[in-house]
Each structure stands twice: as C-alpha cells, then as structure tokens.
C-alpha cells in the first residue's frame, strides 16, 4: 500500500493561543513493499509524522493518501477503523501498553477490539506468537513474567494479530540489549521480506539504517529536509555533520581511513562492504612494503 504526504503542515493544539507548527509542507511518498527509515534529530517531527501514517494525526493542512484513502483535517474520526487495521503503528517502549492476564490474552486483545471472533482472534494470537519467535510455552504467562526482549515482541504480535500491511514503529530497539536489537531487527526484515509488509521504522541507530533500509526520510526542525537511498544520504559527510546526524561505523571508519590515503569508492555503509574494499588495499600496501 502505497503512502504520499502532499503538501502536509501540522500544528498541535491548532487555532489556540498554544499552536505549535510540528511539520512543515512535506511532500513524500512511502514505497509499498520497502523498508523505510525516518531519521532526524529529538523534536525533529518523526513521531509526528508517522502518527499521520494511520490518521491517528490528521494534516492540518494538505493531505496523506494512505492506499484508496485521503486523510485531510475535514476526515471524520468514524470510517477510520479499517485504515488503523492495515497501518499497524508499535509505539516507544509498547510493553508498556501490555495489560491482559496472559500473553496470549494479549495478543488477542487488539483483533477482538476490531470485531473478530474470541476463536479467531485466538487462532490470530497463537499464529502472530510463533511469528514473532515467542514460545507457546509463554503464551500461558503474565506478559509481565517475560524479558525485556520477549515482551517487546509480545507488544509487536499485539499489532501484527491485526494483519497489517504496513507496520510503523517508533525505534523499537531502544532500551533493549545487543542481542534484543539484533533480534528485532531480524524480525522486522524478516517481516518485510516474508509477509511483503511495508516497513516504516523511526531510529536513531545508523548502522540499522545502512543495513536494513531501502529508503531514508532525514527530517530537521519539522521539515523534511532529504529522501533518498542510504547511499544517497550517507555519501554527504559535511551535510550530514551541518545536520548533527552520526555515520554508520563503517562509513565514519571508511572516513578515517581515506584521511591515511586509502581510497573508497563507493564510500561503504555496512561491515561487508568496507572489508570487501579495504582487505585488497591492506594486502596491495602489505606487498608494497615488505617489497
Ligand atoms: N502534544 C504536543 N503538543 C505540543 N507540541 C508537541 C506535542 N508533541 C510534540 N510536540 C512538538 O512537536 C515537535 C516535533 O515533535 P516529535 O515528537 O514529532 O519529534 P521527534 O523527532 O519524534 O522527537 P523524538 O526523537 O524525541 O521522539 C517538537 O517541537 C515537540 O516539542
């Protein structure tokens, strides 16, 4: 499902004394199908404009079309319930919203809320749980009994039980340990590249970006200020230092490196690319000077 923001200004609290402009004219479209990372500085507007992604916010000015829909200020709040079914949106730390006795209660919770079958919903539960890598041995549990890891993917079925096309979440890593990271992450491209979900992913770690996004949204002081591949987006040091935005590691040590005379091009992203250009230069140097 396809999304594009056209000509979308936000204000909080707006025609009140408190109006706060949140986003600024953005233009942008969202791939079906791909991987896209916001990127953007703390108060940059990235949580505003994912809330847009589901109508949750409503553009003050312009539109979002979100598939066959068109969201403008003038949208009723009544015929968005299939809308909020196909954008499943995991907000910071969605643990935090687990309530229900049992895991699988849970899981089943959000389904139900749409109208589905206790049966069914349980049926979705169970089939989201091993989805998400959660035992069925944990089903049965207080969501409160889980880690940190495991609860944070209990919260994710949570959104997923509603079968989704597209899934946004709002730096679903934070907080948790290396392993919990990386297990997310596997999980959500798996995600992509299984259930052919559209993935809009809010994170403020690069090395995520360089290895998992198709597409990047760099967001400033509520605009939208570059869209393109991580290669396009990566390749301008100097723009991205102006921005305050860090590098993928690997990228920052390609940098370094070119300050000792080694040469990239193009400048790597991730750990593969940068072993793959940097071992023939060590080896080639390595012959120079014993030679
Ligand atoms: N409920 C609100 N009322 C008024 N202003 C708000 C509200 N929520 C956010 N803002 C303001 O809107 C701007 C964008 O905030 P937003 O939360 O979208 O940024 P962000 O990039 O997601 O930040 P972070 O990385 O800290 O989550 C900020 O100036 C913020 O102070």
């Known amino acids: 499902m396809e999304i594009a923001f056209e000509k979308v200004n936000y204000w909080y609290q707006a025609g009140t004394p408190f109006a706060v402009q949140a986003l600024y004219d953005i233009n942008l479209n969202i791939p079906a199908g791909e991987f896209t990372a916001v990127i953007g500085q703390t108060g940059s507007g990235k949580s505003t404009l994912i809330q847009h ?5 409503k553009p003050t000015e312009g539109q979002v079309v979100i598939g066959d829909r068109t969201i403008t200020s003038e949208t009723k709040n009544k015929h968005l319930k299939p809308l909020r079914k196909k954008v499943g949106l995991v907000f910071q730390f969605p643990e935090n919203q687990l309530f229900e006795e049992t895991v699988l209660k849970d899981i089943a919770f959000g389904p139900q809320n749409f109208g589905i079958s206790v049966e069914e919903a349980t049926r979705l539960a169970h089939e989201t749980a091993k989805m998400v890598g959660l035992d069925d041995s ?14 944070r993917r209990a919260a994710i079925a949570g959104v997923l039980a509603l079968e989704p096309d597209v899934l946004v979440l709002d730096e679903p890593t934070a ?6 990271r990386n297990e997310i992450m596997g999980l959500v491209r798996q995600l992509q590249v299984e259930r052919h979900l559209t993935i809009v992913l809010i994170t403020h770690q690069m ?7 198709d597409h990047v949204i760099v967001m ?5 200020v ?3 591949t991580p290669r396009d987006v990566f390749s301008d040091v100097d723009w991205l230092t102006a921005h305050q935005l860090e590098l993928p590691s690997a990228t920052a040590y390609a940098n370094k490196l070119m300050q000792q005379g080694f040469v990239f091009d193009p400048i790597p992203l991730t750990a593969d690319e940068l072993a793959d250009q940097l071992v023939p230069q060590i080896n080639k140097k390595g012959v120079a000077d014993n030679g």
């Open 53 to 57: 992604l589901n109508a949750l916010l």
């Open 138 to 151: 944990l089903l049965e549990r207080s969501p409160f009994d889980l880690s940190g890891g495991q609860m």
């Open 175 to 180: 907080g948790l340990d290396p392993r919990g």
């Open 207 to 213: 090395n995520d970006v360089a290895d998992y996004a």
């Open 220 to 224: 400033a002081h509520g605009h939208m």
């Open 226 to 228: 570059k869209q393109g």
